[in-house]
Nanobody
Framework: QVHLVESGGGLVQAGGSLRLSCKASGSIFSLNVGWYRQTFGKQRELVAQIISGGSNDYADSVKGRFTIFRDNAKNTVDLQMNSLKPEDTAVYYC?????????WGQGTQVTVSS
């Protein structure tokens, strides 16, 4: 199972941009990869994912603003977040799975001020 490390979170004003990066300790070539987020008292929710075959999924709330990228050569998964809103404030987690097994990163805080 791969080990995931996120980076790139921080504080940004509404309307701004951030890019999150996730580095895997091993190959992600055959894995589904994605970004999830969680706020206090709420369930972790899918933000964006790329299935191993290449198709992308986005939460309706981020469509047109967020873009997920994967680089199988570098074993990285990035999330470009534009036009950020206060409601995007959350801890963002990188995820990689092969179906039955899922690995999570430690999370990175994103705070969007109004």
């Amino acid at each position: 199972q791969v080990h995931l490390v996120e980076s790139g979170g921080g504080l940004v004003q509404a309307g701004g941009s951030l890019r999150l990066s996730c580095k895997a300790s091993g190959s992600i070539f055959s894995l589904n990869v994605g970004w999830y987020r969680q706020t206090f008292g709420k369930q972790r929710e899918l933000v964006a994912q790329i299935i191993s075959g290449g198709s992308n999924d986005y939460a309706d709330s981020v469509k047109g603003r967020f873009t997920i990228f994967r680089d199988n050569a570098k074993n990285t998964v990035d999330l470009q977040m534009n036009s950020l809103k206060p409601e995007d404030t959350a801890v963002y987690y990188c995820s990689a799975d092969d179906g039955p097994r899922r690995a999570w990163g430690q999370g990175t805080q994103v705070t969007v001020s109004s």
